[in-house]
């Protein structure tokens, strides 16, 4: 006996698709976001939105875009309080993203922020040198016109008056 082709059952030809789909789900890849921090000096400690992420230079994943508060610590250097921002690329906006999601590859994004830190020493010398040049720039600032050195005159009471007729 002889047996020609065979032909997929209807089951088979409606599971086909289903398991097409399976398959490129099973084979996405995935979009990885990630900030990278460095530090001159290295070794900071980093808390980004209040938590404490690790010592620099540090990689973490975060989510979504935005402004993330930054600080810094380090002992023998001014501690870093600032902000850092991330911005969405082309692939990563609503909809793009799905595509992104579901595309057979990995998708990684790196946005890195770097950090000069200040030893306390020349911050404190700093500050010293900016607090003398304010006060000499005070001192020959133009006095305003009507000024003498004599001083204001005081200023006069008057009694205030209750209802009618009384004092």
Not at 1 to 29: D, E, I, K, N
Not at 106 to 132: I, T
Request: glycine share 8%; hydrophobic share 40%.
């Amino acid at each position: 006996m002889t047996h020609g082709p065979t032909c997929p059952s209807p089951a088979m030809r409606a599971a086909f698709p289903a398991l097409v789909l399976a398959a490129a789900l099973l084979a996405c890849g995935c979009v990885r976001r990630e900030i990278e921090v460095t530090s001159t000096p290295p070794g900071a400690l980093l808390t980004l939105n209040g938590r404490e992420v690790g010592r620099t230079p540090v990689t973490v994943e975060f989510t979504f875009d935005g402004t993330y508060d930054v600080r810094l610590r380090l002992d023998g250097y001014d501690p870093v309080i600032g902000s850092g921002r991330t911005d969405a690329p082309v692939w990563d906006f609503v909809g793009a993203d799905l595509v992104a999601e579901v595309f057979p590859a990995e998708l990684r994004r790196v946005d890195r922020w770097h950090f000069e830190m200040v030893p306390e020493a020349k911050a404190e010398a700093g500050l010293m040198d900016r607090a003398k040049a304010a006060r000499e720039a005070a001192r020959t600032m133009p006095r305003p016109s009507g000024l003498t050195g004599t001083p204001a005159p005081a200023p006069v009471a008057t009694p205030e008056r209750g209802p009618a007729g009384s004092r």
